[in-house]
């Protein structure tokens, strides 16, 4: 790659001026900084991040700079082209597009990562449980996370949301423990590896029960894989939120979200007002992108290897 | 080899036992009787009893459960009480349209993907390969709806080649011969399926071409395209079989939302209807018949692998 940056050290930590000649040992956390320098060397990686941050930015600090209004309705202003006053135009009661855009990403991220970390959360100690136990508990859970994962992820969800609504809260909850499963997958085969190994018996001889065992242990170490999933959940539980509120079952005026967004512009596809549907859609791919970028790269320098559903 | 076999659809057996035991319960918590439903709001407790004891709504949910099943291995899958009509004939009326824009979504899907792999695969790194990835990566990220509107907007508004709504017949080979509306639809729950598979055939036929039986096949002096056509492909298919059983969810999601926008009326439209009208009988069978679906497709992808992969077979 043409741009390492000049001033870094070389790569290779085991010959290093500090280790021992010839010596297999680095520093603890040798694996993961090398990881994250070689992730810094990673120009899409970087832009995903970049673009990422850029959201962030754009939806929690965007509306203490900008004020467009998305909660009054102006029956003067509907379907204004993007001008003075409005740079993407307002919609059919009246609301700011731009305003529109900033709220209803703070709902997507906030859901997005909320979803992602229940998700693992829950995923991580069921599949850390399922591979230190092993033996009949451990086929038990996984033919469980067989079935979930076989029921279409799309159905539960909209199921479970039109009965019970839709917020933040409860979408995050929803998306979240449903998208357990793989990482429960992943971090099991994991575990499965890891408890053969030295330091694992060296833990158990000591006298370590199984909870320390799975918290100061085995979750430490499958953390690469833990890493590299949060951020295709986010990915996913972003693009399901969107889904959500275009089939007209997401968040509700005065809230808002991405995908209600786009069903309320998709009637006004053939009358041309295209900033209703192109802004809000090309922000959900932006966003979605990034976080696949990063995804990519953490698992291409963490050395992960994994499917995605 | 027999015992492998057993063993696979044994476990599968089990996975639809539970399927069915987890989304009847699921079901179940979120809608207990459709009493309501059927008696209107205004209808009292004591007829709401009455009618639940009469229709067996309030034995015990394990009964419930066993007595569902029963009348779904006879074929019976309740009655649809918001439209009215048994569930069985609502999707008998419907099931053809929506195998035939999933089927021909998919068929499109890997007659696409897996030269556009193996082209990326041999040009690595070229301009060529750099493109159709990039353009994977962002339709892999696009919202099928989002497609869907972005193709409706170019090919039936700007440029009106192709209709922007579904065929409307309810002949299912009328509906094939319709090209005029059936284009968008296939073409944008395909061009997302695209998108998934390429990426795997493009690392799988890289895989591939590193392999020594490759170098063996060009030593001996065989013609590229020989060693393309004979070697390559037919090895860089197989992980193809476990990838194909394993995008039945993801192309059940895109089929409902696929006919959910462009107006079809297939099984997918029909399962929004009922979340729309709480129609609990569509929901539970709909997804039962989903979940199924994704089980015995990916038994039926594993068992393909055996028979397409002596490895497998003798391992």
């Keep these: ?309 | 080899m027999i015992s492998y076999l057993i063993r696979r659809i044994g476990t599968s057996i089990i996975i639809l036992i539970g399927i069915s035991f987890f989304i009847f319960f699921l079901l179940h918590i979120i809608y207990p009787s459709p009493a309501i439903d059927v008696l209107g709001s205004r209808a009292n407790t004591a007829l709401i009893d009455a009618w639940n004891k009469e229709h067996g709504f309030d034995d015990p949910f394990i009964v419930q459960y066993l007595h569902y099943m029963n009348q779904l291995l006879h074929g019976n899958l309740g009655y649809a009480y918001k439209f009215n009509q048994n569930v069985t004939t609502l999707f008998q009326e419907r099931w053809a349209r929506s195998a035939y824009l999933t089927f021909m979504s998919l068929l499109l899907a890997v007659l696409v993907a897996v030269p556009l792999g193996i082209f990326q695969a041999i040009r690595r790194n070229t301009v060529g390969d750099n493109v159709v990835t990039s353009l994977a990566f962002v339709t892999y990220a696009m919202p099928v709806f989002f497609l869907a509107l972005i193709l409706i907007q170019v090919f039936a508004l700007s440029f009106p080649i192709f209709n922007f709504e579904a065929s409307q017949d309810t002949n299912v080979f009328a509906v094939m011969g319709d090209w005029h509306s059936m284009t968008l639809p296939i073409l944008t729950l395909s061009l997302v399926t695209i998108a998934g598979f390429s990426r795997y055939m493009r690392s799988s036929a890289m895989d591939t071409l590193t392999q020594d039986y490759i170098k063996a096949a060009r030593a001996k002096g065989l013609t590229e395209r020989m060693v393309l056509s004979r070697h390559l492909i037919r090895n860089a298919c197989l992980p193809m079989v476990t990838l194909i059983g394993l995008t039945i969810p993801a192309l059940l999601a895109g089929s409902l939302i696929t006919e959910t926008v462009f107006n079809y009326q297939g099984l997918g439209l029909l399962f929004y209807n009922a979340l729309n009208n709480a129609d609990y009988n569509v929901l539970l069978a709909y997804t039962l018949i989903g979940a199924s679906l994704t089980v015995i497709g990916n038994l039926v992808a594993d068992l393909a692998l055996t028979v397409a992969d002596p490895r497998i077979r003798l391992a």
Excluded at chain 1, 131 to 141: E, N, T
Excluded at chain 1, 197 to 204: C, E, H, I, L, N
Aim: with cysteine.
């Design chain 1, 1 to 309: 790659m043409t741009h390492v940056a000049p001033s870094l050290p070389p790569l290779d930590i085991n010959r290093g001026p500090t280790a021992p000649e010839g010596g297999e040992i680095g520093p603890v956390q040798s694996g993961f900084k090398l990881a994250m320098r070689e992730f810094a060397q990673n120009r899409l990686a970087l832009i995903g991040l970049g673009i990422l941050a850029f959201f962030v930015l754009f939806c929690f600090v965007g509306p203490l700079i900008y004020h467009g209004d998305t909660i009054n309705t102006s029956l003067e202003n509907t379907l204004l082209p993007p001008g003075a006053g409005h740079p993407l135009g307002t919609d059919n009661v009246g609301l700011d597009v731009l305003g529109q855009l900033m709220r209803g990403g703070q709902a997507s991220i906030e859901v997005g990562f909320f979803a992602a970390f229940i998700g693992i959360f829950i995923g991580t100690i069921f599949g850390a449980i399922a591979g230190l136990i092993g033996g009949l508990v451990d086929s038990g859970m996984m033919r469980i996370v067989d079935v979930f994962l076989s029921v279409p992820f799309l159905f539960v969800v909209l199921i479970v949301a039109v009965r019970y609504g839709a917020s933040v809260l409860s979408l995050s909850l929803i998306i979240g423990g449903y998208t357990w499963l793989v990482p429960a997958r992943l971090v099991r085969g994991e575990v499965l590896t890891l408890r053969t190994r030295d330091f694992v018996s060296a833990a158990r001889a000591a006298g370590s029960s199984r909870g320390r065992l799975i918290t100061r242990h085995l979750i430490p170490n499958a953390m690469s894989v833990i890493i590299v999933n949060v951020t295709f959940n986010v990915a996913d539980a972003i693009l399901a939120v969107a889904t959500l509120g275009f089939l007209g079952f997401g968040l509700h005026y005065p809230n808002i979200d991405w995908g209600d967004m786009l069903s309320n512009g998709i009637q006004y596809l053939q009358a041309g007002n295209w900033w209703l549907i192109y802004p809000v859609g090309a922000c959900i791919v932006l966003i979605v992108m990034a976080c696949n970028l990063i995804g990519d790269a953490l698992r291409d320098s963490l050395d992960v290897r994994l499917r995605r559903r």
